[in-house]
Each structure stands twice: as structure tokens, then as C-alpha cells.
């Protein structure tokens, strides 16, 4: 509201419910801005914010105490409940939204509100905007206009304060705690299901909401599969396992990507791989540091993996010309990270001023992955046979410090000895 300024409304919508089949849902995950903000946990709800507003600032719009519908769906907050328990300044059941918020609009200079995002209300309020200046000879005020809500929240969430980042460092824990579970128990036979059932139960035991996101655990040439959830295949001797799962704790997410061999040993071209790409984290990761532009720990991983492919005759020509050319894309087609925390694939610019500028620079407080990874796919007839069907990433997230990075999530291990040390203890 201190940014906004006085003379200035903030209308922020809660998600909605949504229908998996007939009278089923999926399970309900509030809107991330507004969690951020308001922490109200309820669909159907409003948050609005009016500087200066002698009745109160902060007002929230939400369900209604219903008796018959709690029985069915569980417990409402309520307006009672919106402003004993989350701090509304004042609260309306959201039935009389149509009726309030055009009177706390009007006679405001400057609506502050995400166009786009939730297009059945975008119609709704421009509706309101109209109507209160067609009233204008009658000296009603209509808003003169209306700016990106979105933009300014996720520029606050780029940065973590010390109890987001203790949340983190928890959803880092359970995740890495989780990993190991499925390195112990890994061998050959099993499916693919069965370790993501192991790390899914781990995240659910230490008290973590549900996934971040749908857990990837691809055996073999799934591991080439960039987003591959399907995980219905059975584990082979021989084969790595990649897996990039990690939990939702207290509505913020890790990110964790390990790749093993099934039978616990890394054979010699799989361990040339595995290098390469630990080598390419590892430079990556101590190129997050205050000051360096956000591109940065990629370039520093996208050249040691170049290296390593050349000296492993994958590529042909130097280091530069395949850069130049993108040659490179056929073993590493993504960029090395991205920003972290409520969200997965978390709020903020990765440029100042748009995308024709430059790369922003990384501030404490921002947190990010570092995942580089190498894919030679089965059908690739441009190498030796012995190379195809190798898939390897490697994932931590990485805390933007004074003294440097942190890493969330080294409760897993990566190096190749320790690897193979759980695995066979």
C-alpha cells in the first residue's frame, strides 16, 4: 500500500475451485498472490487494499458462515473469521461483493489490478469502471486508470525474508530426506510408480501439503523426456533413474533432481556424463553471487558442458563455434534455473525492463535452481551406440546470500561415491 499511494484501490481475486469429472475436484490451492499477501486460504474470496481508507484498508470478501454447505465441504472462516484470524481490517461475504466494491472503487484515481488473469472478473469491473462514468456529470469520479497488480506483487516475492526462506529450508529438508528414501531403496525390477509412491509418502509423513509438482521418474530413456510424469515403466539393470521431485511445505516449494543407476554402480560412460554435469552445477552454483547477472551461472554451465561433450566426441569444431551455432541444444535444450518459492517456477523478471534489456543482477534474499543436464536420446544415430539413452540432471536450490550461496537442499547427495555408498548400505 506504500507503494500504491493514497487515491488508489488493489482488487485481488482468489482462485477458484476446479472440476476434475462430474462432482469432483481437484484439491483447492489458493491463488499464490494472495496467499502471499493474505495467507486466506478459502476459495471464492477478494482481497482488496485501499490506502488511506479511515474504515479500514485491508478488506476481504469471502463465503459466507453456512451451516448445511460446512457439513459438506468443511469449515468457512467467514467475514468473522476473515478479520479475527487473518487481520482484515473489515470483510463481506462475497455474495455482496457486486453490491459493495463498485461504491469502494468509485472516486479512486488508480485501480491496481491484473488484467488477463482472471478474465471473467476483467468484464465484471470494467462494467463497474463504465457505469461509475457514465455518472460523471453527476460528479462521480471514475478511476483515470488501471495498472499491473501482478508485476508489483511478484517483484516483492523475488526476494525472501528470513521466515520464507526458514519454510524453504524445511521443504528442502523433507524433499532431500525423501530422495535418500529412494536411493536406499532402489533395484533392479522395480517400477518407476513404486519410487515415486516412496518419495511422495516421505513428503506427506514429514508434513508437507502435497508435491510441488507432478514428480518425474524416468528410468532409462524417460530420462531424456524433459517432463516426463508418466512413470509406468519398470526399472532395468544397467539404466539410470532421474528423479525431480520435490514437496509443497507451508505453500512453498523445493525443487530436487537426482540420477542414479538402478543397481547402485554407475557404469564408465555413465559416470563421464555424471561429471560433466556435476562439474557444469557446481561452477553454476558459485556464480550465484551478488552482483552476477541472473545469466550467469548459465553461461559458466552451458561452457563446461560444451568442453565435456567435445572432448567425449559428442560435438565437433570448439568450444565457441558451438555455442555460437547452438549445436549444443541437441544434448542441453534449457537454461540452467529458475526462480523459486511459492510457485515452482516462482514470480519476479529475469530482465530489467523487458526482455530486450539486460539480465538483472542477484540480490540476497532471491532464491533459484541450478538443474544443468545433458540428454542423448535412444534414437540418436549421430553417436555411439554406447552413449544413447543416457539422461542426467542434476538440481539444488540455491539461496542468494552476502556470503555467498547456500544450498537448500544438499541433504541428498551428488557426488558419484557417496551415490553409490547409500545405495549399497
Not at 499464490?32 to 479500514?56: C, H, K, V, W
Not at 561452457?303 to 541444444?329: A, T
Not at 540418436?380 to 547456500?406: F, H, L, Q, T, Y
Request: hydrophobic share 35%.
Amino acid at each position: 500500500m506504500r507503494q500504491m499511494g493514497e487515491g488508489s484501490i488493489a482488487i485481488l481475486p482468489g482462485a477458484h475451485e476446479v472440476v476434475r469429472s462430474r462432482d469432483t475436484h481437484y484439491p483447492f490451492r489458493q491463488d499464490s498472490n494472495l496467499d502471499y499477501l493474505t495467507g486466506f486460504p478459502e476459495p471464492e474470496s477478494m482481497a482488496i487494499f485501499i490506502p488511506g481508507r479511515p474504515q479500514g484498508e485491508f478488506i476481504i470478501f469471502c463465503r459466507d458462515k453456512d451451516r448445511s454447505r460446512e457439513i459438506w465441504d468443511g469449515f468457512r472462516a467467514g467475514p468473522e473469521g476473515a478479520q479475527s484470524d487473518y487481520g482484515a481490517d473489515d470483510a463481506f461475504p462475497i455474495s455482496d461483493m457486486d453490491d459493495i466494491l463498485p461504491g469502494l472503487i468509485e472516486g479512486r484515481e488508480k485501480v491496481y489490478y491484473s488484467m488477463g488473469s482472471h478474465p471473467d472478473f476483467d468484464t465484471k469491473l470494467l462494467n463497474w469502471i463504465n457505469h461509475i462514468r457514465a455518472q460523471s456529470r453527476a460528479g462521480v469520479l471514475p478511476p483515470g486508470e488501471i495498472i499491473d497488480l501482478e508485476h508489483m506483487i511478484h517483484e516483492m516475492r523475488v526476494i525472501k525474508s528470513t521466515a520464507e526462506l526458514g519454510t524453504m529450508r524445511k521443504a528442502g529438508k523433507i524433499s532431500a530426506e525423501a530422495h535418500c528414501k529412494a536411493l536406499r531403496a532402489c533395484k533392479p525390477g522395480m517400477f518407476e510408480y513404486q519410487l515415486q509412491a516412496l518419495i511422495e509418502h516421505e513428503f506427506a509423513d514429514k508434513g508437507a501439503a502435497a508435491p510441488a509438482y507432478s514428480s518425474i521418474v524416468g528410468g532409462g530413456q524417460n530420462a531424456c523426456i524433459l517432463h516426463y510424469i508418466e512413470n509406468r515403466a519398470q526399472l532395468k539393470d544397467g539404466d539410470l533413474v532421474l528423479i525431480d521431485a520435490g514437496c509443497e511445505y507451508q505453500g512453498y516449494a523445493a525443487d530436487i533432481t537426482r540420477t542414479f543407476p538402478v543397481n547402485g554402480r554407475y557404469s564408465d560412460e555413465q559416470k563421464a556424463i555424471y561429471d560433466i554435469v556435476l562439474e557444469s552445477q557446481k561452477v553454476a552454483i558459485e556464480a550465484c553471487r551478488i552482483g552476477n547477472t541472473y545469466n550467469q551461472p548459465h553461461e559458466e554451465s552451458l561452457r563446461v558442458i560444451v568442453e565435456g561433450l567435445i572432448e567425449l566426441k559428442l560435438l565437433k569444431g570448439s568450444v565457441e563455434e558451438s555455442i555460437e551455432k547452438g549445436s549444443y541444444k541437441e544434448f542441453y535444450m534449457h537454461r540452467v534455473g529458475h526462480w523459486l518459492g511459492m510457485d515452482v517456477h516462482d514470480a519476479g523478471d529475469y530482465k530489467v525492463d523487458g526482455a530486450d534489456s539486460s539480465w538483472r543482477e542477484f540480490e540476497s534474499g532471491m532464491v533459484t535452481t541450478v538443474e544443468p543436464g545433458i540428454y542423448i536420446h535412444a534414437d540418436n544415430k549421430k553417436v555411439a551406440a554406447k552413449w544413447r539413452g543416457i539422461g542426467i540432471r542434476i538440481e539444488d536450490d540455491i539461496v542468494i546470500k552476502k556470503n555467498g550461496p547456500e544450498s537448500m537442499t544438499s541433504g541428498v547427495p551428488k557426488e558419484i561415491d557417496e551415490i553409490e555408498h547409500l545405495m549399497q548400505a
